[in-house]
């Protein structure tokens, strides 16, 4: 899968032309949620890479990260 940058992967979001999962698969996390996904015994879907990214967005936004607010964007 094509890693594209988190602003180009909330804009393909906003426009309906990719859900949660991929949106989660194609980012810098995508490892990290299959590993995720893997631990808790689950199979990626939009669903829980929605959970996945509040959640790791919870964290980095408590981190300070820039990438939080731009996720923030997208969640709203």
Known sequence: MQNNTIEELIQ?????KIGW???ALRSDHGKAY???CDDHGIEP????AELY???TESRI??????????FVGAVI
Do not use: V
Request: proline share 0%.
């Open 34 to 36: 299959l590993q995720w």
């Open 12 to 16: 393909l979001k906003q426009d309906g």
């Open 61 to 70: 936004y408590d981190d300070g990260n820039e990438f939080a607010e731009e």
């Open 53 to 55: 990214l509040e959640e």
């Open 45 to 48: 879907d939009d669903n829980n």
């Open 21 to 23: 999962c991929e949106l």
